[in-house]
């Protein structure tokens, strides 16, 4: 499994297309990416795990992939997840709102990769 601050350096390469409160479309960009992104589409059940993934963090309601876009719509709760958390997060800003989703997908990734231990 790849490590959660790997994860984080794609981050940066994430992109907000279009936000409105309580769904964001997110789109990862191709430029010059720190870390290799597959050449060819995930399978489905990379797929399926990306899904699982989402819906066990909380306040994540649901996750639509894109894969040929590389691209995902999120619906999220806002009372959990604050609207400016995904533009502060993916800019790398440390304003209280990133951190709240950042220690939400911290968390979820924890218990994710303890379970499969």
């Known amino acids: 499994m790849v490590g959660f601050e790997t ?3 794609l981050v940066s390469r994430v992109r907000v297309v279009h936000h409105i409160r309580g769904r964001i479309r997110l789109k990862l960009i191709d430029a010059d990416l720190p870390v290799p992104v597959p050449a060819r589409l995930p399978d489905r059940s990379a797929l399926r795990r990306a ?3 989402a819906a066990r963090t909380p ?3 649901s996750l639509r992939l894109n894969p040929l876009a590389r ?3 999120v619906e999220y ?3 959990i997840i604050p609207d400016q958390a995904w ?5 790398g800003s440390r304003s209280p709102a990133a951190g ?5 997908l911290r968390d979820t990734y924890r218990e994710i990769v303890d379970a499969q231990l």
């Open 7 to 9: 994860l984080l350096l």
């Open 51 to 53: 899904h699982d993934i």
């Open 59 to 61: 306040g994540v309601r």
């Open 71 to 73: 691209s995902c719509a």
């Open 77 to 79: 709760d806002p009372s």
């Open 87 to 91: 533009s502060d997060f993916l800019a």
């Open 100 to 104: 709240i989703l950042e220690d939400i």
